[in-house]
């Protein structure tokens, strides 16, 4: 007989890997990752609602779920093996969107907490007619379990009737995948005109791979095809590598048919046999959950790895993400220090200004002339490297997400939704430049008026004089030689070099303090979305300790 090994510490190992698969995240449109949050949710909920409350209750109930596609009769078989209507059986499909679990009363302490399906409502009516509302104002149905107890079931076995797996309601598919992994039998029911269908299949193959303990039944089969449809269905079921599990036929009658909801004793009995003697046998009852539970922890071995190689896939994108922004930042911060070595702000209009002054132009409009330059430069600069972030970037499908691309998107190569973003991001980054240069200008003209209340008061020049005069020298590279000479026979050759100096540093400062700001915004949604290195190793070594306890 085999037992389940329920020692602490392979709780506490299975605990601590359950914590790392939920923290698992995968936000990068990369194409693997719909199909690792599907892994890592199938996961989760295996280890919620079945692992961990089995390994630590071994005793509780078997539950037996029984699923299959739309019209295959789950809830008429659930009624006979019951021997009442439990579940709401009929022609209209989908029938069963709320779950029903029935068990002997005598267990329904074991379902009424939240041992397993944690996330689901419990509504317990003891003598509640099928299809009666039993929602409460504004319940979602696809959350709710309904619970039934029924003396006609032995202790220690429990059905649980699931929604269709191929429901046209999703809700409803992804309950009905969540309630299967919390079962320690799968009863897949399909029907003489649909076994070949691939939704079945797939639940067969997934409780293959997870060598869970499986149960098929063939229903609503002709009595004139009954042998061809069963051999036929046994051969497919032998070619999967399926051959040994048990398999169980119900025959057509005007019951199922009609969706009477119940079907005579007989036509269930050796499916109903063969529950209750996993339920009252003790060493069948065993090997039915240690089979289902060590299935699923033996498949830790290659969905650990898979999620942990997904999560290593994410980490490897950012980086790639992140580098794009980097380096088109870092090539254009020195394409701006070169300009500005250059002197490339004292044009245009700048330099108009400049060989107008102080004749026919004043500080104050110099400086603003300078200022605007500047702010010009700086913007250009951004959305150039905003342009070349969007051309690596549209080569890289983990960029795809709509809060890394908005800032992204430029009008030539966007719809007008894009391009609008870009005009509204472009006008917000040339409003927070103005402002950064502005500033610059305020803290320079302090410079300015600090060192001319040096000077002896007679003699000093105006401030904002000083302030144009610095500005040009600074911005202007060649063309500015005149203002440094004007400059230092206004405040003296050392007072002069000790401005400029200050100035220099005070302008670096601030064209850093911009492109890096800009930079960082960039990232942002990027750095937002948290993809560290740190899930791939923390996965492997969970699953490392939980293989040791084992």
């Known amino acids: ?71 295959a009769g789950k809830s008429t078989l659930v009624n006979s093996l019951v021997g009442r209507r439990i579940s709401e059986a009929g022609v209209l499909r989908p029938t069963t969107r709320t779950p029903v679990l029935v068990c002997h009363p005598e267990d329904h302490h074991w379902f009424s907490g939240m041992r397993v399906l944690p996330d689901l409502t419990r509504v317990w009516v003891p003598h509640q007619e099928p299809g009666d509302d039993l929602l409460l104002p504004g319940e979602d149905p696809a959350r ?3 619970l039934e ?30 309630l299967i992994c919390a079962a320690d039998i799968w009863i897949m029911v399909t029907t003489a005109a649909r076994y070949a269908d691939a939704v079945p299949w ?17 229903d609503r089969v002709p009595h004139q095809v009954v042998s061809e449809v069963s051999r036929q269905y046994a051969a497919l079921l032998t070619k999967a590598g399926l051959g040994e599990v048990p398999r169980f036929t119900v025959p057509e009658l005007p019951e199922s048919a009609w969706g009477g909801g119940l079907l005579p004793a007989s036509a269930v009995a050796p499916l109903r046999s063969w529950l209750v003697h996993r339920a009252e046998d003790l060493g069948a009852r065993h090997d039915a959950m240690a089979r289902t539970a060590y299935g699923i922890l033996d498949s ?24 794009a ?10 394409r701006v220090s070169g300009r500005l070595d250059a002197g490339a702000v004292l044009a245009g209009d700048a330099l108009k200004r400049w060989r107008a002054f102080p004749l026919d132009c004043t500080p104050d409009e110099l400086l603003d002339s300078l200022v605007e330059s500047l702010s010009a430069l700086l913007l250009c600069s951004v959305t150039a490297a905003d342009e070349r972030v969007h051309e690596a970037w549209r080569r890289e499908p983990a960029a795809a997400l709509p809060e890394l691309t908005a800032r992204g998107g430029h009008a030539g190569h966007a719809g007008n939704t894009e391009s609008a973003e870009s005009a509204e991001s472009t006008q917000s980054a040339e409003h927070r430049i103005g402002m950064a240069v ?11 008026e600090e060192e001319v209340r040096e000077l002896d008061r007679s003699l000093a020049p105006d401030p904002q004089v000083v302030a144009a005069l610095v500005a040009t020298v600074l911005l202007g590279g060649r063309r500015a030689r005149s203002a440094g000479e004007g400059l230092a026979e206004r405040i003296g050759a050392r007072g002069a070099l000790r401005l400029r100096e200050r100035g220099g540093r005070l302008l670096t400062a601030h064209v850093d303090r911009v492109l890096d700001a800009e930079r960082e915004r960039r990232l942002a949604p990027l750095d937002g979305l948290d993809v560290q290195p740190e899930p791939q190793a923390e996965l492997i070594a969970a699953l490392s300790v939980l293989q040791k306890e084992r």
Not at 53 to 58: H, M, N, S
Not at 159 to 177: E, F, G, M, Q, V
Not at 202 to 218: M, W
């Open 1 to 71: 007989m085999v037992t389940l090994d329920v020692r602490p510490q392979l709780l506490d190992a299975l605990s601590a890997l359950r914590d790392r698969v939920a923290a698992a995240r995968f936000p990068l449109p990369l194409p693997g990752a719909p199909r690792a949050r599907a892994n890592r949710d199938e996961l989760l909920a295996q280890l919620d609602d079945y692992l961990v409350p089995r390994l630590r209750d071994p005793e509780a109930p078997l539950l037996a779920v029984v699923g299959g596609s739309t019209g």
């Open 144 to 146: 709710v379990l309904r």
């Open 149 to 178: 107890t029924a003396d006609s079931l032995p202790p220690g076995l429990a059905l649980l009737d699931a929604p269709d797996i191929d429901s046209l309601i999703a809700d409803n598919r992804k309950l009905a995948a969540e």
């Open 202 to 218: 797939h639940l067969l193959r997934t409780a293959k791979e997870y060598d869970a303990t499986l149960v098929t039944v063939l």
């Open 300 to 323: 830790l071995k290659s969905r650990m790895p898979e999620l942990a190689g997904a999560t290593a896939a994410q980490y490897a994108a950012a980086l790639r993400l992140t580098a």
């Open 325 to 334: 922004v980097e380096g088109a930042y870092d090539g254009e911060h020195a």
């Open 438 to 448: 502005r500033r610059w200008r305020r803290e320079l003209e302090e410079y300015a």
